[in-house]
């Protein structure tokens, strides 16, 4: 495969047979050398033949090999003429980060870290198909699936600040819990407030580093103040509603003309694909639900080990997601759909979908590291608008898949060395530990030097863990 070095940190897959557009990929040279390991410029390439993609097929400096879309890819496809596709969202639609700001300080948690993390995995279930002890009917599924955080907070679980200071203010408009499958509600309900296995997390840290003293200020960020980080989805509703349309796009379209058939779609116009997005919002919605209720009973842990604590919500940002968005193309303003997979949205100062109180300096990204590395928060700019969409990393991203870290590491030993460091850890099983470790996931600080001199997001803050719950 050809690949051209276009300029410092871009490199360019040049337009050929069906593609319709080049591909454009935003790494460092060492970077570059672990994308090239996996398939991840094989599916950016395949990305590039689907019909009404606009500009390119991208992949971020975090990308890694993925279903369809690579994971780190992003795409933008003309209303019309363009595709919505189930592999360019994933699986754990909405799998997401939410950031909370506390008035503790490092001080206070230091010798406290295994007491913290205990009492969190005791309070917020944890593990493959782990239940939740919060029970909801079928009918207050449905409402939940079209009001997202918004339904969780009106029953008593969080603050209307909350769901004002996350993306699309925690829920998305365009839901229809009547879309969904019987089987994915059944996988759904009882999953509420749940983090679910793999990478999900909820992440005790202090601030380590302000590089932007002003717009730490407007963030509430401030150094040696004790930060929490969430990270999770929709759990098996979301897997399901993916796995749903995927079979229905295979019976309806087949896989005449895809390169991949991972990469199977609808018309965005179409019934079918007007549907899955209606399914993909309300999973989107289920996500945000879930990370409110855990927000409230992290809430209501941490003031019971320290009474005086007061925890807001910084921002949440979603991953996995297909958005209708307003971008400039040749020079005119029109909606497009944007995939985002595995990708944070970066927007800008004074666009209207930054919450007000951040519309001055752009919306916060938040970019989780490893379990025993640093974790950034970003702040999102008007460049990223120019070059992705609006978009930028979402994580370190991995270079060793479970299987392979199974094979070279050990969960105790992950778990001692991260004690040595001062990092307290609680995990259901010693193989997540193993499947998570630190060396599995590229050098974040790499990552960040890369978007940060692309232009794409800028250091805001420096987040380190203390303590860790993994799913």
């Not at 495969?1 to 990929?25: A, C, D, L, W």
């Amino acid at each position: 495969m050809e690949i051209k070095k276009i300029s410092k940190n871009i490199y360019e897959i040049p337009k050929e047979g069906g593609m319709k557009v080049p591909g454009r990929i935003y790494a460092g040279e060492g970077l570059m050398q672990n994308i090239e390991k996996d398939k991840t410029l094989e599916q950016v390439k395949n990305v590039a033949h689907l019909p009404g993609i606009l500009k390119y097929s991208i992949a971020l400096s975090d990308a890694h090999q993925g279903y369809g879309f690579s994971i780190g890819g992003v795409a933008a496809f003309d209303m019309d003429k363009g595709i919505i596709s189930p592999g360019g969202v994933g699986y754990d639609i909405n799998c997401s980060i939410r950031l909370l700001k506390t008035n503790l300080t490092k001080k206070d948690i230091l010798g406290n870290q295994k007491k913290i993390a205990e009492a969190l995995y005791r309070k917020i279930p944890s593990g493959v198909g782990r239940g939740s002890k919060f029970q909801i009917t079928r009918k207050e599924l449905s409402k939940l699936l079209e009001q997202g955080a918004k339904y969780m907070v009106e029953k008593g679980f969080g603050e209307k600040q909350d769901y004002l200071h996350a993306e699309e203010e925690g829920c998305m408009k365009q839901a229809d819990a009547s879309k969904v499958s019987e089987r994915a509600i059944k996988r759904g309900i009882g999953q509420v407030g749940t983090l679910g296995a793999g990478n999900h997390f909820v992440e005790v840290q202090y601030v380590d580093e302000i590089f932007d003293k002003e717009i730490a200020k407007i963030f509430g960020l401030e150094k040696n103040q004790i930060t929490i980080m969430v990270h999770c989805g929709s759990r098996g509703l979301g897997h399901q509603v993916a796995s749903d349309y995927i079979k229905k796009m295979e019976d309806e379209y087949g896989f005449k003309n895809l390169p991949d058939r991972e990469l199977i779609n609808a018309p965005i116009k179409s019934k079918l694909g007007k549907d899955y997005f209606s399914a993909m919002a309300a999973a989107a919605n289920f996500a945000f639900a879930n990370k409110q209720l855990i927000t409230h009973w992290i809430r209501e842990e941490m003031k019971y080990l320290f009474p005086k604590i007061k925890i807001d919500v910084v921002y949440d940002v979603c991953h996995n997601i297909a958005k209708f968005e307003e971008h400039v193309v040749d020079g005119k303003k029109k909606i497009v759909c944007v995939h985002r997979k595995g990708a944070t949205r970066s927007f800008g100062a004074g666009r209207k979908e930054v919450p007000e109180m951040y519309r001055k300096v752009g919306q916060p990204v938040i970019v989780p590291g490893s379990m025993g590395t640093a974790s950034y928060v970003l702040v999102g700019t008007n460049k990223a608008e120019e070059l992705t969409w609006g978009s930028t990393v979402h994580g370190a991203g991995r270079i060793k898949s479970r299987g392979a870290a199974l094979k070279t590491l050990k969960g105790e030993e992950v778990k001692k060395n991260l004690s040595k460091m001062g990092i307290e850890v609680k995990s259901g099983s010693w193989k997540s530990l193993a499947q998570e470790a630190p060396e599995v996931y590229k050098d974040v600080d790499e990552v960040i030097k890369v978007v940060g001199e692309l232009g794409i997001s800028k250091k805001v803050a420096r987040l380190k863990p203390l303590c860790v719950v993994k799913g």
